[in-house]
């Protein structure tokens, strides 16, 4: 099908560009292969300025840019408690099934083949299994991946374990936090001293980066033991590199993240002062939240219900105040969204059900179909983490780009109009909680 994207006469493809129906002129005529469209100039541009989903006058679904994340999910086991999500409650007793290393490695090699950019690890905890964890990392890096992760923190105990998260682990490492006040995120998080766990990583991978970057890793990969760091760059005092400059590939970012619930909003001015100024991480990210985690039983989702915001109004101005207090860039599209999900789910008055609840936001928030694979630890891949839509079991070389080509062009199609609860989610939604600096990737 691919292979005749444009009959011999046709000069234009239709691009969806948000909710709009665009008509875009091309120059190109009989194009033999997918990989030629792609790299025509016309479609290059387009997927710059972010038309990802070009269709065919006919209305079909015919050219598609890569995938942009891969969340691998590692074990699906936990040493927390948190009520918003059941992990805890699984194990890996049947890990004989799971995928193997092998073919983890060759979809790895596929992802990168297919143009994808950043592998996230899921869990579970997938710090519970340390050695493959890093061992993923060293993997996906030396692919050109980059490598992003969230931990709970309570396998960052000390500081050789810390240097190895900053020097061989992930490009961007997060560490769930889920307030500032030990008691709530204790109670969040269902363990007593997760708090004090958490934020210890945090300060140990924060110092562990801060000698890091004093021995100077410079752009050339090496570290120089004799050097002077002026402004911030490494000049190797004996002149062995003229880089003059850190490698932001090899400096992770670090950052905490919180659940946003009805328990820990009204304080996210101190919360914020807690972790960008107390602690120093780069930033504190926003996950507001979503029915529990792998809760699908008729018993009803508790924490879903009680923790629900109220005031989505209030939980606005108190975001726009942090917004002005700490100059976060605050993006006000995503935030009109925060307040209409919270809004939709007391509309619908079915928060018990939690993710059985039949009723959605009032309208669609999410992108996952664009840019999303999600592989469970069985090798099934999908393109979000709801089991509505399907998946394709990726078993040999291939399967991959496969799925991402041609099994699921109907599932986006399908998806585009999806109103589930998790399309606020900050894996899936459609609008980034910030609006990205030039400087940032
Ligand atoms: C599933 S956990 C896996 C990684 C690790 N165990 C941790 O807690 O950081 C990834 C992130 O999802 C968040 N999360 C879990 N259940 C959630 C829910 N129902 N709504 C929003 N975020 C949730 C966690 O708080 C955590 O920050
Ligand atoms: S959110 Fe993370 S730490 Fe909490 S139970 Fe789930 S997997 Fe464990």
């Given at each position: 099908?691919?292979?005749?994207?444009?009959?011999?006469?046709?000069?234009?493809?239709?691009?969806?560009?948000?909710?709009?129906?665009?008509?875009?002129?091309?120059?190109?005529?009989?194009?033999?292969?997918?990989?030629?469209?792609?790299?025509?100039?016309?479609?290059?541009?387009?997927?710059?300025?972010?038309?990802?989903?070009?269709?065919?006058?006919?209305?079909?679904?015919?050219?598609?840019?890569p995938p942009t994340f891969l969340f691998m999910q590692t074990n699906k086991?936990?040493?927390?408690?948190?009520?918003?999500?059941?992990?805890?409650?699984?194990?890996?007793?049947?890990?004989?099934?799971?995928?193997?290393?092998?073919?983890?490695?060759?979809?790895?090699?596929?992802?990168?083949?297919?143009?994808?950019?950043?592998?996230?690890?899921?869990?579970?905890?997938?710090?519970?299994?340390?050695?493959?964890?890093?061992?993923?990392?060293?993997?996906?890096?030396?692919?050109?991946?980059?490598?992003?992760?969230?931990?709970?923190?309570?396998?960052?105990?000390?500081?050789?374990?810390?240097?190895?998260?900053?020097?061989?682990?992930?490009?961007?490492?997060?560490?769930?936090?889920?307030?500032?006040?030990?008691?709530?995120?204790?109670?969040?998080?269902?363990?007593?001293?997760?708090?004090?766990?958490?934020?210890?990583?945090?300060?140990?991978?924060?110092?562990?980066?801060?000698?890091?970057?004093?021995?100077?890793?410079?752009?050339?990969?090496?570290?120089?033991?004799?050097?002077?760091?002026?402004?911030?760059?490494?000049v190797p005092k004996d002149g062995s590199c003229r880089c003059q400059s850190?490698?932001?590939?090899?400096?992770?970012?670090?950052?905490?993240?919180?659940?946003?619930?009805?328990?820990?909003?009204?304080?996210?001015?101190?919360?914020?002062?807690?972790?960008?100024?107390?602690?120093?991480?780069?930033?504190?990210?926003?996950?507001?939240?979503?029915?529990?985690?792998?809760?699908?039983?008729?018993?009803?989702?508790?924490?879903?219900?009680?923790?629900?915001?109220?005031?989505?109004?209030?939980?606005?101005?108190?975001?726009?105040?942090?917004?002005?207090?700490?100059?976060?860039?605050?993006?006000?599209?995503?935030?009109?969204?925060?307040?209409?999900?919270?809004?939709?789910?007391?509309?619908?008055?079915?928060?018990?059900?939690?993710?059985?609840?039949?009723?959605?936001?009032?309208?669609?928030?999410?992108?996952?179909?664009?840019?999303?694979?999600?592989?469970?630890?069985?090798?099934?891949?999908?393109?979000?983490?709801?089991?509505?839509?399907?998946?394709?079991?990726?078993?040999?070389?291939?399967?991959?780009?496969?799925?991402?080509?041609?099994?699921?062009?109907?599932?986006?199609?399908?998806?585009?109009?999806?109103?589930?609860?998790?399309?606020?989610?900050?894996?899936?939604?459609?609008?980034?909680?910030?609006?990205?600096?030039?400087?940032?990737?």
């Amino acid at each position: 099908m691919l292979n005749h994207v444009l009959g011999e006469d046709e000069t234009r493809l239709a691009v969806l560009s948000g909710e709009r129906l665009l008509q875009v002129d091309i120059q190109v005529m009989i194009l033999p292969t997918f990989n030629q469209l792609v790299a025509t100039p016309e479609v290059k541009l387009l997927h710059e300025h972010g038309h990802d989903n070009i269709y065919h006058p006919d209305g079909k679904l015919n050219v598609r840019g890569p995938p942009t994340f891969l969340f691998m999910q590692t074990n699906k086991r936990c040493n927390l408690r948190c009520g918003h999500c059941t992990f805890w409650k699984l194990d890996d007793d049947d890990r004989a099934r799971y995928l193997s290393w092998d073919m983890k490695m060759e979809i790895l090699d596929e992802f990168k083949e297919i143009g994808g950019q950043t592998l996230v690890t899921c869990g579970g905890e997938p710090m519970l299994d340390v050695d493959d964890y890093f061992r993923l990392c060293t993997e996906a890096k030396a692919r050109g991946l980059k490598m992003f992760s969230v931990v709970n923190g309570t396998k960052i105990k000390t500081i050789e374990r810390a240097e190895r998260m900053v020097s061989g682990g992930p490009t961007e490492i997060t560490v769930s936090v889920d307030s500032h006040v030990e008691k709530i995120h204790d109670r969040v998080r269902g363990v007593r001293g997760s708090f004090k766990m958490a934020v210890s990583a945090l300060r140990l991978m924060i110092e562990a980066r801060r000698k890091m970057l004093a021995v100077g890793l410079c752009k050339c990969g090496q570290s120089h033991e004799s050097h002077l760091v002026v402004n911030g760059y490494c000049v190797p005092k004996d002149g062995s590199c003229r880089c003059q400059s850190y490698s932001s590939r090899a400096v992770p970012k670090i950052y905490a993240m919180t659940i946003v619930c009805e328990r820990n909003y009204r304080d996210l001015d101190r919360f914020y002062d807690f972790v960008l100024n107390d602690i120093g991480a780069d930033k504190l990210k926003l996950n507001i939240m979503q029915p529990t985690f792998g809760q699908v039983t008729p018993s009803g989702d508790e924490f879903f219900e009680t923790e629900q915001v109220k005031d989505p109004e209030n939980l606005a101005k108190v975001i726009n105040e942090c917004n002005d207090k700490y100059k976060l860039g605050i993006n006000g599209e995503w935030l009109r969204q925060v307040k209409m999900y919270f809004s939709s789910i007391a509309a619908g008055k079915t928060a018990k059900l939690g993710w059985l609840s039949p009723n959605g936001t009032d309208e669609p928030i999410c992108n996952t179909y664009d840019r999303n694979i999600m592989l469970d630890v069985y090798g099934k891949a999908q393109l979000c983490f709801a089991d509505d839509y399907g998946g394709m079991n990726v078993e040999k070389p291939g399967d991959l780009r496969k799925f991402w080509y041609e099994f699921s062009p109907p599932i986006r199609d399908k998806m585009l109009t999806c109103t589930r609860y998790c399309g606020i989610s900050h894996s899936v939604r459609r609008e980034s909680a910030t609006i990205r600096r030039p400087s940032e990737s």
